[in-house]
């Protein structure tokens, strides 16, 4: 639990000093007590349950005033309700590694099978929308609240050739944010161009880099994981072979609140190992992935199977059904604290006439 105003609970104190000043009432009142010819007359005359009954509504009413305080202090705590509609985008990788038979029947009819059982179990305030990416990144379909429309789409994939995974991350984030004016082919193609750029890349990724770097210095920047209203789900079985830095990328999501969750799909290889179905080598890059999602502050998962992938898949849906929100309860508090107090003066007026 945290406070809006920490500096009202110094009130707080206030407290012990009520305590001190009841106990300091009764031994007054023992005192008193000794005009009588014996002690045990009064004593007698109370009772056991009346002496500890007679602390009851003071307890009650001190209870009452020290919830009261703490809800002058407007506390906060983080609580899990039902989400409000939010919008996910799935960006799935369609290189030609996906065509891997070490996922039966091969990688990419796996993930289609997953990504249709996701779809059907999605809450009904979740809206998704389609990436895919290859060599470049291309929207299957936009976020959309239509279930066949979703199961359609993922009977489109197409394998090509490349893996751009940065690229498919940024499309990703366009189609989550079509107000923030994010262009993949303007970051991509901006400063085209075949000679060698810093660090061995061309300089159209360099280019694009600094596209990326750019639109970071402009945005304001929020903290990674403050959006709430959408995520991104990227899959990927590769390494990235053409586009921009997927950590760059990454960045560019962070600096807007948006949560990346990775998944790294296939069997573990061996370095210069090819899967069955395929001839080239595929390695997947699970570093990347794993930093992609701590940038961002999302998670990281391996799916090596099928049955991996629509269990990574039900665990997200779950975070996408409930959300966790702060929330103040200084109202909740405040009401307890009447209740404790009408509770303890009732008491009061009932047992003693007070």
Known sequence: MQFLWPQMLWLLLALPLLAAAYLYVIARRKKAALMYASIALPRAALGRKQRVRRHIPPFLVLLGL????????????????????????????????????????????????????????????????????????????PPTESRQDMLDAIDRFQLQHGTAT???????????????????EAIIFGGESLA?????????????????????QEQPSASPGSYRHGAIILLSDGRRTTGPDPLDAARMAAQRGVRVYTVGFGT?????AAPPGISSP???????LRQVAMLTDGEYFQASSAADLTQVYRRLTSRFA?????????????????VLLV?????????FRR
């Open 66 to 141: 020290g919830v009261a305080l703490l809800a002058c202090a407007r506390p906060t705590a983080t609580i899990t309700l039902p989400s409000d509609t939010v919008t996910v985008v799935l960006a799935m990788d369609t290189s030609r590694s996906m065509a891997a038979a070490d996922v039966a029947p091969t990688r990419i009819a796996a993930a289609q099978h997953a990504a249709r059982d996701f779809i059907i179990g999605l809450p009904a305030s979740v809206r998704l929308g389609i990436v895919s990416f290859a060599a470049t990144a291309t929207v299957v379909l």
């Open 282 to 288: 595929v390695q997947l890059d699970e570093a990347t």
């Open 322 to 338: 409930l959300e966790r929100k702060e929330v103040e309860v200084s109202a909740l508090l405040a009401a307890g604290a009447v």
């Open 268 to 272: 573990p290889l061996e370095e210069g």
């Open 343 to 351: 509770v303890g003066c009732g008491l009061s007026v009932v047992w």
């Open 196 to 216: 060698p750029g810093p660090g061995g890349r061309s300089l159209s990724e360099a280019a694009a880099a600094e596209a990326v770097r750019k639109r970071e």
């Open 166 to 184: 940065g690229s498919g991350l940024i499309q990703a984030l366009a189609v989550l944010l079509p107000n923030d004016g994010i262009d993949l």
